[in-house]
């Protein structure tokens, strides 16, 4: 009997602790899958800090690292620098990455350091109870936000990819989302050139992936992605930002 379809051998077959309807799943495939397509998982570190993602190491068949929080571009770019030829990937939420962590990751990014990010989107803290992030949407009601963000005291949300994209050292920079199907596959083409591209050593790569988080939103599963469709990609509009190997930024 021919096989269609099995699991990706850059996952391992053991439950996650994520929330009923949770993307980071979905997410954690397209990385794994990418992986071992490339062929690459013997040599491929990832570098997880805290947030939902802390436990990835439970998850992936790959090296693992954990860094302290906002800190994994500073950690992968020590692995990087110390074993040129690994394939290294930070996998980050908007509270790590955009807030705690923005200096780093600014700053791998114009150092053009040889690493690929996924950036996971959620528009809240997710593992610490649903505060207000740096990308919670304008009126978006959270724990410290009980009214809704009001943008003349909290400010606006923060365009990561936009704002990567601007810097000389970023050569590819995407955002896409995991909430049907076809954005699924265009994810996943996004998230594989990405290492492609760190493969070739030409400089670093952002993948920002707009995510549900049904728990802190209140909200079902398929309401979350009925939501994220509604109100996330309106404020983060899907595609490329930058692709230096073909000359396009937006």
Same mark, same amino acid.
């Given at each position: 009997?021919a096989?269609?379809?099995?699991?990706?051998?850059?996952?391992?077959?053991?439950p996650?602790?994520?929330?009923p309807?949770?993307?980071?799943?979905?997410?954690h495939?397209l990385? $794994? *899958?990418?992986?071992?397509?490339?062929?690459?998982?013997? %040599?491929a /570190?990832?570098?997880a800090?805290?947030? !939902?993602?802390?436990?990835?190491y439970d998850y992936f068949s790959?090296?693992?690292?954990?860094?302290?929080?906002?800190?994994?571009?500073a950690?992968?770019t020590g692995?990087?620098?110390?074993?040129?030829d690994?394939?290294?990937?930070?996998?980050?939420g908007?509270?790590d990455l955009?807030?705690i962590?923005? $200096? *780093?990751?600014?700053?791998?990014a114009?150092?053009?350091e %040889?690493i /690929?990010t996924?950036?996971?989107?959620n !528009?809240?803290?997710?593992?610490t109870?649903?505060q207000?992030?740096?990308?919670t949407l304008?009126?978006q009601v959270?724990?410290?936000?009980?009214?809704?963000?009001?943008v003349n005291t909290?400010g606006?949300?923060?365009?990561?990819?936009?704002m990567i994209s601007?810097?000389?050292?970023?050569?590819?920079?995407?955002?896409?989302?995991?909430?049907s199907?076809?954005?699924?596959?265009?994810a996943?083409?996004?998230?594989k050139k990405a290492?492609?591209?760190q493969m070739?050593g030409?400089?670093?790569?952002?993948?920002?992936v707009l995510s549900?988080?049904?728990t802190?939103?209140?909200l079902?599963?398929v309401e979350?992605?009925?939501w994220?469709?509604?109100?996330?990609?309106?404020y983060?509009?899907l595609?490329?930002?930058k692709d230096?190997?073909?000359?396009e930024v937006?």
């Open positions: 009997m096989v269609i379809f099995e699991r990706t051998k850059g996952l391992l077959d053991v996650t602790h994520y929330c309807g949770c993307t980071h799943g979905v997410i495939r990385v $794994a *899958e990418s992986l071992e397509e490339l062929g690459v998982l013997d %040599r /570190t990832g570098v800090p805290v947030g !939902c993602s802390v436990l990835a790959c090296d693992m690292h954990e860094a302290a929080h906002g800190r994994a571009p950690v992968a692995i990087k620098r110390a074993i040129p690994s394939i290294v990937f930070t996998y980050q908007d509270g955009a807030a962590g923005t $200096a *780093e990751i600014v700053h791998a114009a150092r053009g %040889r /690929t996924i950036f996971v989107n !528009c809240i803290y997710g593992m109870g649903g207000m992030a740096p990308t304008p009126g959270t724990e410290t936000s009980p009214y809704g963000r009001d909290a606006h949300p923060i365009r990561v990819a936009e601007t810097l000389d050292g970023a050569v590819y920079v995407e955002r896409v989302s995991v909430d199907v076809p954005n699924i596959l265009k996943k083409k996004a998230i290492f492609e591209i070739q030409l400089g670093f790569t952002l993948i920002e549900t988080c049904p802190n939103w209140g079902a599963p979350a992605l009925k994220l469709r509604e109100n996330m990609i309106p983060y509009p595609g490329v930002k230096a190997t073909t000359g937006k």
